[in-house]
T-cell receptor, first 112, second 109 residues
């Protein structure tokens, strides 16, 4: 079945840029998503990219998609302590139910 | 507009007890989903529904049942709870993009 992989941990200094990486296996992915989860909370949609795009920018967030290598990244510019959270990558395959396959999440820690 | 809500927020069960988790959405979404989240494993799909009166199995359906009698509600049932079902359960609804509820923390002793 489809698989989505992420590294488990990332630490950055406040003010630096963070880059969270994700790889996936489903070549029929239509959309790819980034969700943020703060402690004790649900998943908050951050941004998404359609599979025929290679970049999307939204304020401090930049998503890069390399479809050939099945590699997705999320760059957070000027990382703040409030950005500390778990970030999930998810891909939507080609199907009628719009199901998502999630990575295991990357814990981002922002150090003062 | 409350989005996606879940009740209860937290529950402790003894092995063998049953319970129902309720998910409600007010966005008129066709699609609804139940996931469980376990440490280091991301979210895994339990069951989903593509419309009122329809349900289907996801990746980890065993031990759970669901019903979608009304478009806005999606119920997840545990008939005989087991310690392996200790987890955080998330509901989501979607028309194009999935929006998540705040979660239900379940502890089975």
């Amino acid at each position: 079945g489809e698989d989505v992989e992420q590294s488990l941990f990332l630490s950055v200094r406040e003010g630096d840029s963070s880059v969270i990486n994700c790889t996936y296996t489903d070549s029929s992915s239509t959309y790819l998503y980034w969700y943020k989860q703060e402690p004790g909370a649900g998943l908050q949609l951050l941004t998404y990219i359609f599979s025929n795009m290679d970049m999307k920018q939204d304020q401090r967030l930049t998503v890069l998609l390399n479809k050939k290598d099945k590699h997705l990244s999320l760059r957070i510019a000027d990382t703040q302590t409030g950005d500390s959270a778990i970030y999930f990558c998810a891909e939507m395959g080609y199907g009628s139910a719009r199901q998502l396959t999630f990575g295991s999440g990357t814990q981002l820690t922002v150090l003062p | 507009n409350a989005g996606v809500t879940q009740t209860p927020k937290f529950r402790v069960l003894k092995t063998g007890q049953s319970m129902t988790l309720l998910c409600a959405q007010d966005m008129n979404h066709e699609y609804m989903y139940w996931y469980r989240q376990d440490p280091g494993m991301g979210l895994r799909l339990i069951h989903y529904s593509v419309g009122e009166g329809t349900t289907a199995k996801g990746e980890v359906p065993d031990g759970y049942n669901v019903s979608r009698l009304k478009k806005q509600n999606f119920l997840l049932g545990l008939e005989s709870a087991a310690p392996s079902q200790t987890s955080v359960y998330f509901c989501a609804s979607s028309q194009e993009t999935q929006y998540f509820g705040p979660g239900t923390r379940l502890l089975v002793l």
